[in-house]
Each structure stands twice: as C-alpha cells, then as structure tokens.
C-alpha cells in the first residue's frame, strides 16, 4: 500500500493533491509549481476542480509523468483509505 504524507499548505516544491468540501459537494484539485518541477514544467500548474477519486488518479499519474513528489493538502478529511495511507512528518 502506498504512503502520501500530509500538510497544511501546498509548498513550492511537490505536487499538492488539495482536497476540499464546499456544502455537499467534494472535490480535488492539483496544483503544481513549476519550481517542483525545473525543466519538465514550463509554468505553474492548477487543475480545474474534480471528483474526489478522478483527482486522486489524476495526481499520481501527475506525479509519476512529471517525477515529482507529491503531497495531500485535507483540511476536512476526505481522504480515502483505499488510496493509501496518509501521514503528517511530524518532524516538520
């Protein structure tokens, strides 16, 4: 099973799979810095907002297309445990 780590805020140097709720409605989105991804990216990337699972996919075929790291931004919990596990660096 894979491992996505966990963080409050989208940084300059991954992919950030940021998930959120608005009322009923649940939804991802990517958002990618170019300076994650020197080279292979010629200007920042921001998805249009999608379903849950289709920008879960979408940003590990991102990340892997890319190779850059990537990152989950779910500041209301919506990951799914089927996705993998999430974890917070508590190092950071």
């Known amino acids: 099973m894979n491992t996505f780590e ?3 805020e989208a940084p300059s ?3 950030s799979l ?8 649940q939804s991802g989105t990517l958002v990618c810095p170019a300076s994650a ?9 921001r ?3 999608m379903p849950l699972k289709e920008s879960f996919r979408a940003a590990v075929k991102f ?3 890319f190779k850059v790291a990537m990152v989950v931004v779910d500041p ?7 996705w993998g596990t999430l974890y917070r660096d508590d190092e950071a």
Do not use: Y
């Open 76 to 82: 209301d919990g919506l990951w799914q445990p089927e």
């Open 63 to 65: 990340a892997n297309d």
């Open 18 to 25: 940021i998930l959120a709720r608005d009322g009923e409605k």
């Open 47 to 49: 998805s249009a907002e």
């Open 13 to 15: 140097d991954a992919l």
């Open 6 to 8: 966990q963080v409050d």
């Open 37 to 45: 991804a020197p080279g292979r990216l010629p200007k920042d990337f």
